[in-house]
């Protein structure tokens, strides 16, 4: 049976946590060997279950526990619970890595000090010249502006102005 909607499907999470009678599950074990769909939502059902249940797991340290009630008796009897240290080593660390931050921040954005004369003086004579400013003819403004398709349409006008 490869049908969407199969009407075991209903039944394949019942089967999973053990809700179902003994003949129902004799009939759905016999169905698993036909159907496909039911075959994936059973493995799909399966694989999360698993899953859901190896996440919730989480190791705790030894003296949670008597942590817990020693900070609840604390709570009775008025005190603080939690206390508020700055060790002189946890101040150290915090300084020395404010310091090394700096330290780089500074090397990464210096920035070097060149005069434009030290610039000008590295450039080639070609390069100082493509930035001299320069008048601009009418055509050579228009050759930049035109496109090629364009330009060949205005040689052409030209060569039949020529004629």
Do not use: C, G, P
């Given at each position: 049976m490869n049908n969407r909607d199969c009407p075991f499907e209903k039944l394949v999470d019942d089967y999973v946590h053990g809700e179902l009678a003994d003949d129902q599950i004799h009939r759905f074990e016999n169905h698993l060997l036909e159907c496909k769909v039911c075959?994936?939502?059973?493995?799909?059902?399966?694989?999360?279950?698993?899953?859901?249940?190896?996440?919730?797991?989480?190791?705790?340290p030894y003296s949670f526990g008597a942590n817990i009630i020693r900070n609840f008796k604390a709570l009775k009897r008025g005190e603080a619970v939690f206390e508020i240290r700055l060790a002189a080593e946890d101040i150290m660390i915090?300084?020395?890595?404010?310091?090394l931050v700096l330290i780089i921040a500074?090397?990464?954005?210096?920035q070097p000090r060149i005069s434009s004369e030290e610039i000008a003086g590295r450039l080639t004579p070609v390069e100082q010249a493509s930035l001299q400013p320069r008048?601009?003819?009418?055509?050579?403004?228009?050759e930049l502006v035109l496109t090629g398709e364009q330009q060949q349409i205005k040689q052409t006008v030209e060569r039949e102005e020529g004629k």
């Open positions: 075959s994936e939502e059973l493995s799909t059902i399966r694989f999360l279950s698993e899953n859901l249940k190896s996440a919730y797991h989480v190791s705790l915090a300084l020395a890595t404010l310091a500074l090397q990464i954005f210096k008048q601009m003819s009418k055509e050579d403004v228009l």
